[in-house]
């Protein structure tokens, strides 16, 4: 191997390469390399060298065509041959000798092929000449320094524009002698450097420049044709930056591309004030910028100010259309696309001139983002003078290429400008028309602006068995009902009817008119056969062409043995704008169609709660926004089939199950709330009816632990005996005998392991067991008071009380719960019985207003709703210390523990009474209205009334205000009642035993609007009178109630409501009328057998009315 080139392996590396060993070494060496060479090439490590890879010695050459031949042993004789001397470059200073072209290079061409070059032969370079007498002299291999010397300035001639510098006449002229020799003439254009993309004129080197930059460009430079300063960048594309010098190509395709750059959308401006620029830098503005760089913006509405201007002119329309466009936007700034101009034009006359003259009448709309800025335009455009006006025109009518008239007459009509959002602008659907006077009217709504037009079909009620004509709501119905009935309406089809329950659509009669009685015409009743039985029953095949009556199931179907129906229970909750009816059938529907069963094998129960807090999204023809909580069951026909049908409710999606609902829903007549319509769901576990789990044990007996799964279940496989301990006594007659619990309960659980109660287990505190009653148990029964059959008064102990208020949230279905919930509570922390504790409660629905949101509460999958549950109890002890110790008991209760053991959803709280208050029935705590006084030692008198407590007080002589008081409330006429007393207390400070009220109440059946059990909503007129203690006290309060803002007293009524348990609605309606104080004789009523005294009535009637005002 001759040449070292890397060997081709895929495992040696490229650097491993083949021996350069010489062929002519001794007999070992040639014997070692032929060994070597043996054992490579036999490996297949080696490849032959090729001539191409081989470099030819001096004078010869590669053969051609032999580039990819093996070098061979000799690679010289293979792969070269002689070159000529007509391939060889000769030195410098040096030429090809005549006649040896073909002759052999050999080993030294320049011997063989060249011959010495002489002086007279060389060309001097700029700035130099020949040197006198040289010619015949050889160049030598510098030919500049042996042939040549440098040329001086005097004999350079300057070119024009410049002169010969002084003092360089004898300076050599170097490769730049006007440079070297000449000063620039700084007045000629030789001076003047020309910008890019322009270049010198022609022979211009010598003209005057002139005395500006500006000047000089003009004289001394031209546009250079061959650089990008002399292209047009097409629409849509800018020059380049820093591109005028640049050479922009040879076609106007290469131009385009060394010259411009694309326009961005973020570079356009013209959008329309109702679009907006697309401004991300990146889009290009293309062809049609408008299209690409402009979308709509959805949160303007343009609004136009529109006109007519009238003018004479020497112009064409076009040029008169141009003038008045740009003349608009010059005086309004803003743009040529937010504005719209057609214009008609008449010949006014003929004239020997370039135009005609004609009038033109220019109808125009401009367009602002705004009212405000509409009005605006508007104002600018009526302020506008003729001779402004006229003036502007004129300029505009030059610059389009017309000529403006001596006297063009503008004259300018324009229309008001109507704002987008009041009734003006508003599009009243067919059949509907504008309200007479409210096109000022804001904001703009169908049934603000508009109201049904009675010439208008949409105001004709089809007869039965007509329909209203498509499209037809807003044709003349003519002056009859005949006509209207031609003009609006016309024959229904069965297909269109929809047959009452009980009942279905005769197929055959689908196309048919429905005449007068469609449900006769078009409907035949339901049959047995057209009925589906539910899971676990049959059709009753006797019965099949029997008409269905009032209970189809009953009717048709009979029980099947063969299948036992497996039920999938669960709850569901969501919040919806529909009725509770509405949503259960949308529940209902949902379910059956998602997992494909009969309706008669889905049951639904729906409990609904109006969210007060979303009382704003109320939907016309609903109750409002409600909290629904659905509970169901869909029944299978075995086992398989239920927890299939539980799979697919468990993996129903919320996106899903929400879809599916407001389908439902708005097919029913609702609609999901879209704010916090959110769907939850909570499914029980599939029973196998078959397995333990289903199976009922016998009295006495439960299911053993671990075997709910186990199938074949029978009492033996699946029951054992359940302990006392399991067992809970019936709660109104006996109780756990402690000593059986481990006890097994047999087949008669409360013999075993309860015991009745026995008389001296339940008289409450004050009270004792009646002798001989002791042992004998409580008869409970609807004719015997355990009370009194077992005890009777204790005269040894008085009942001290402890005396409280709670409140708190509570989800129930039930006010008894909650009840019941906090009587537990109160037993066992104070460790009293059942009827030594007083306990009222009072619940009202429950209002968000700003805490919690019920949305984050997990509530229980039951039927129930969200109650404020307000509670007054007395707690009673045999003494006070026992009382202290209870007091003591209940103020130490941490608000977690309550709220825990209650089940509460909000905070408790709750607050007591010092121990030991007076009877709230006796005197002692009772109030005497004016007028009256406590009598005196009637402190513990019961029951405390006004004739009991209380006897006449000479001392004060009650002067009364009265006064009438109307509000629409959603509460009963007690609630009402009760929130103007409270109100009034409130507000003037005075006792309540000093107020009187009555109310009547008109039911608002129009305001659809009820809340939980009350009545609904109501227009109450409260007629009351406020007793004062003297008339100084009376002015006072009369006064106040006088001067009550209608706000103020809404909100102090509204909460007075709330705490009543009704509420005030949106639209109170307060109003309030004050009947001066009775302070002047003609309020005074004389004794009989006297009369007001002649001109009395207006005097003070002072302390002694009679005197003053009666004879």
């Known amino acids: 191997c001759r040449a070292a080139i890397p060997i081709n392996s895929d495992w040696l590396k490229p650097n491993c390469c083949r021996a350069a060993i010489p062929i002519n070494s001794d007999t070992k060496a040639r014997r070692t390399m032929r060994t070597l060479l043996s054992l490579v090439l036999g490996m297949g490590l080696c490849e032959a060298a090729l001539c191409?890879?081989?470099?030819?010695?001096?004078?010869?050459?590669?053969?051609?065509?032999?580039?990819?031949?093996?070098?061979?042993?000799?690679?010289?004789?293979?792969?070269?041959?002689?070159?000529?001397?007509?391939?060889?470059?000769?030195?410098?200073?040096?030429?090809?000798?005549?006649?040896?072209?073909?002759?052999?290079?050999?080993?030294?061409?320049?011997?063989?092929?060249?011959?010495?070059?002489?002086?007279?032969?060389?060309?001097?370079?700029?700035?130099?000449?020949l040197k006198d007498g040289v010619s015949d002299t050889d160049?030598?291999?510098?030919?500049?320094?042996?042939?040549?010397?440098?040329?001086?300035?005097?004999?350079?001639?300057?070119?024009?524009?410049?002169?010969?510098?002084?003092?360089?006449?004898?300076?050599?002229?170097?490769?730049?002698?006007?440079?070297?020799?000449?000063?620039?003439?700084?007045?000629?254009c030789a001076s003047h450097s020309c910008a890019a993309g322009t270049k010198a004129k022609d022979a211009s080197a010598g003209t005057d420049k002139g005395a500006t930059d500006a000047e000089a460009a003009t004289n001394c430079c031209e546009v250079d044709a061959t650089k990008c300063a002399s292209h047009s960048c097409a629409a849509g594309t800018k020059a380049k930056d820093n591109s005028a010098g640049t050479?922009?190509?040879?076609?106007?395709?290469?131009?385009?591309?060394?010259?411009?750059?694309?326009?961005?959308?973020?570079?356009?401006?013209?959008?329309?004030?109702?679009?907006?620029?697309?401004?991300?830098?990146?889009?290009?503005?293309?062809?049609?910028?408008?299209?690409?760089?402009?979308?709509?913006?959805?949160?303007?509405?343009?609004?136009?100010?529109?006109?007519?201007?009238?003018?004479?002119?020497?112009?064409?329309?076009?040029?008169?259309?141009?003038?008045?466009?740009?003349?608009?936007?010059?005086?309004?700034?803003v743009k040529t696309v937010d504005i719209t101009v057609t214009v008609n034009s008449a010949a006014k006359t003929t004239r020997a001139r370039r135009l005609d003259v004609f009038t033109h009448t220019a109808t125009f709309a401009v367009h602002f983002a705004d009212f405000t800025k509409a009005t605006a335009g508007h104002t600018a455009l009526t302020d506008l003078t003729k001779d402004a006006a006229e003036t502007s025109l004129k300029t505009q009518l030059v610059a389009a290429g017309g000529k403006d008239s001596e006297d063009p007459t503008w004259t300018l009509t324009l229309q008001a400008v109507v704002d987008p959002d009041s009734c003006a602008a508003f599009n009243c659907a067919a059949g509907y028309t504008m309200k007479d006077g409210e096109g000022a009217t804001k904001p703009a709504t169908a049934e603000a602006c508009c109201v049904v037009d009675d010439t208008k079909c949409l105001s004709h009620n089809c007869a039965v068995g007509t329909k209203a004509k498509a499209e037809a709501a807003g044709t003349d119905k003519g002056a009859t009902d005949a006509e209207a009935a031609t003009n609006c309406c016309e024959a229904a089809k069965c297909s269109e009817h929809t047959c009452a329950a009980g009942t279905k659509a005769i197929t055959s009669k689908a196309g048919e008119d429905q005449t007068a009685d469609p449900a006769a015409n078009c409907c035949e009743a339901l049959k047995c056969v057209d009925y589906m039985c539910a899971v676990g029953s049959k059709a009753k095949t006797s019965e099949a062409d029997k008409e269905l009556d009032s209970n189809p199931a009953a009717l048709c179907c009979e029980d099947?043995?063969?299948?036992?129906?497996?039920?999938?229970?669960?709850?569901?909750?969501?919040?919806?704008?529909?009725?509770?009816?509405?949503?259960?059938?949308?529940?209902?529907?949902?379910?059956?169609?998602?997992?494909?069963?009969?309706?008669?094998?889905?049951?639904?129960?729906?409990?609904?709660?109006?969210?007060?807090?979303?009382?704003?999204?109320?939907?016309?023809?609903?109750?409002?926004?409600?909290?629904?909580?659905?509970?169901?069951?869909?029944?299978?026909?075995?086992?398989?089939?239920?927890?299939?049908?539980?799979?697919?409710?468990?993996?129903?999606?919320?996106?899903?199950?929400?879809?599916?609902?407001?389908?439902?829903?708005?097919?029913?007549?609702?609609?999901?709330?879209?704010?916090?319509?959110?769907?939850?769901?909570?499914?029980?576990?599939?029973?196998?009816?078959?397995?333990?789990?289903?199976?009922?044990?016998?009295?006495?007996?439960?299911?053993?632990?671990?075997?709910?799964?186990?199938?074949?279940?029978?009492?033996?496989?699946?029951?054992?005996a359940a302990k006392c301990s399991e067992h809970i006594c019936a709660i109104w007659n006996a109780t756990a005998i402690d000593a059986k619990k481990d006890e097994d309960q047999t087949a008669d659980p409360e013999g075993v392991c309860c015991e009745v109660w026995k008389c001296k287990d339940i008289c409450a505190v004050g009270a004792k067991p009646t002798a001989g009653q002791e042992e004998k148990g409580v008869i409970w029964d609807s004719d015997t008071n355990p009370m009194a059959w077992c005890c009777e008064d204790d005269p040894a102990v008085s009942p001290v009380p402890v005396r409280g208020n709670a409140s708190f949230v509570y989800y129930t279905s039930s006010h008894w719960y909650a009840y019941e919930a906090i009587h537990e509570m109160l037993m066992e922390l104070t460790s009293v019985l059942y009827d030594d504790i007083e306990l009222s409660t009072d619940s009202r629905m429950w209002t968000w207003t700003g805490g919690t949101d019920s949305r984050e509460w997990a509530l229980p999958s039951v039927s129930g709703a969200v109650y404020t549950i307000t509670a007054e109890f007395f707690v009673y002890f045999a003494d006070l210390t026992k009382a202290e110790a209870g007091h003591k008991a209940l103020a130490g209760l941490a608000k977690t523990d309550a709220e825990a053991f209650l089940g509460t959803l909000e905070a408790w709280t709750m607050t007591l009474e010092a121990v030991g208050l007076a009877d709230e029935s006796s005197c002692e705590v009772f109030t005497c209205p004016l007028g009256r006084?406590?009598?005196?030692?009637?402190?513990?008198?019961?029951?405390?009334?006004?004739?009991?407590?209380?006897?006449?007080?000479?001392?004060?002589?009650?002067?009364?205000?009265?006064?009438?008081?109307?509000?629409?409330?959603?509460?009963?006429?007690?609630?009402?009642?009760?929130?103007?007393?409270?109100?009034?207390?409130?507000?003037?400070?005075?006792?309540?035993?000093?107020?009187?009220?009555?109310?009547?109440?008109?039911?608002?059946?129009?305001?659809?609007?009820?809340?939980?059990?009350?009545?609904?909503?109501?227009?109450?007129?409260?007629?009351?009178?406020?007793?004062?203690?003297?008339?100084?006290?009376?002015?006072?309060?009369?006064?106040?109630?006088?001067?009550?803002?209608?706000?103020?007293?809404?909100?102090?009524?509204?909460?007075?409501?709330?705490?009543?348990?009704?509420?005030?609605?949106?639209?109170?309606?307060?109003?309030?009328?004050?009947?001066?104080?009775?302070?002047?004789?003609?309020?005074?009523?004389?004794?009989?057998?006297?009369?007001?005294?002649?001109?009395?009535?207006?005097?003070?009637?002072?302390?002694?009315?009679?005197?003053?005002?009666?004879?």
């Open 560 to 720: 099947d043995p063969a299948v036992t129906p497996v039920p999938v229970t669960g709850a569901a909750t969501f919040v919806a704008h529909a009725t509770t009816e509405q949503a259960q059938s949308a529940v209902h529907e949902m379910l059956a169609a998602l997992l494909s069963v009969n309706t008669v094998d889905v049951t639904v129960t729906v409990a609904s709660e109006e969210k007060m807090a979303a009382a704003a999204r109320r939907l016309n023809g609903h109750g409002g926004v409600f909290t629904h909580t659905a509970e169901f069951s869909v029944y299978f026909a075995d086992f398989t089939k239920a927890q299939d049908g539980h799979k697919a409710l468990s993996d129903l999606t919320k996106a899903d199950a929400e879809a599916a609902l407001d389908t439902q829903l708005k097919a029913a007549g609702g609609r999901l709330d879209a704010t916090d319509g959110a769907w939850t769901l909570n499914l029980q576990a599939v029973v196998d009816p078959e397995s333990c789990a289903a199976f009922t044990c016998p009295v006495g007996q439960r299911t053993k632990d671990g075997q709910e799964a186990t199938k074949g279940a029978d009492a033996e496989t699946c029951c054992e």
């Open 933 to 1111: 006084r406590m009598k005196q030692g009637v402190e513990a008198t019961e029951p405390s009334t006004v004739a009991a407590c209380c006897e006449d007080d000479p001392a004060v002589t009650p002067v009364p205000v009265t006064g009438t008081a109307t509000f629409v409330a959603n509460a009963t006429v007690e609630q009402a009642v009760t929130a103007v007393h409270e109100m009034l207390a409130e507000l003037l400070t005075a006792n309540k035993v000093d107020i009187t009220v009555t109310v009547t109440s008109v039911d608002d059946t129009w305001f659809i609007c009820r809340l939980g059990d009350t009545q609904g909503v109501f227009s109450s007129t409260a007629e009351f009178t406020v007793h004062f203690a003297d008339v100084a006290s009376a002015t006072a309060g009369q006064k106040k109630l006088a001067g009550l803002a209608k706000a103020v007293a809404e909100a102090s009524l509204g909460k007075q409501l709330e705490a009543a348990g009704g509420r005030s609605v949106t639209d109170a309606k307060w109003t309030l009328t004050v009947v001066d104080p009775p302070l002047s004789c003609a309020a005074f009523t004389c004794p009989v057998g006297q009369e007001t005294k002649a001109n009395a009535a207006a005097t003070a009637q002072g302390a002694t009315p009679a005197t003053t005002c009666c004879e």
């Open 247 to 333: 050479d922009k190509g040879a076609t106007d395709a290469e131009a385009a591309t060394n010259c411009c750059d694309a326009l961005t959308c973020a570079e356009y401006e013209d959008c329309k004030v109702t679009e907006k620029t697309i401004d991300d830098g990146s889009t290009a503005q293309g062809s049609t910028p408008a299209t690409t760089c402009c979308q709509v913006d959805s949160t303007v509405t343009a609004v136009a100010v529109e006109g007519t201007a009238i003018f004479v002119a020497d112009a064409t329309m076009e040029q008169a259309r141009t003038a008045v466009h740009m003349m608009l936007a010059e005086l309004l700034s």
């Open 52 to 129: 191409k890879e081989h470099s030819c010695a001096a004078g010869t050459k590669q053969i051609a065509g032999k580039e990819d031949t093996d070098q061979g042993n000799d690679a010289a004789a293979t792969c070269c041959e002689a070159a000529k001397c007509s391939e060889h470059t000769c030195a410098t200073g040096t030429k090809p000798k005549d006649g040896v072209s073909d002759t052999d290079q050999t080993a030294d061409p320049a011997a063989v092929c060249c011959v010495a070059a002489k002086c007279s032969e060389h060309t001097c370079a700029t700035g130099t000449k």
């Open 139 to 188: 160049q030598t291999a510098d030919p500049a320094a042996v042939c040549c010397v440098d040329k001086k300035c005097q004999d350079y001639s300057c070119p024009t524009g410049y002169g010969a510098t002084t003092g360089q006449e004898q300076a050599a002229q170097t490769t730049d002698p006007t440079t070297a020799c000449c000063t620039v003439d700084a007045t000629k």
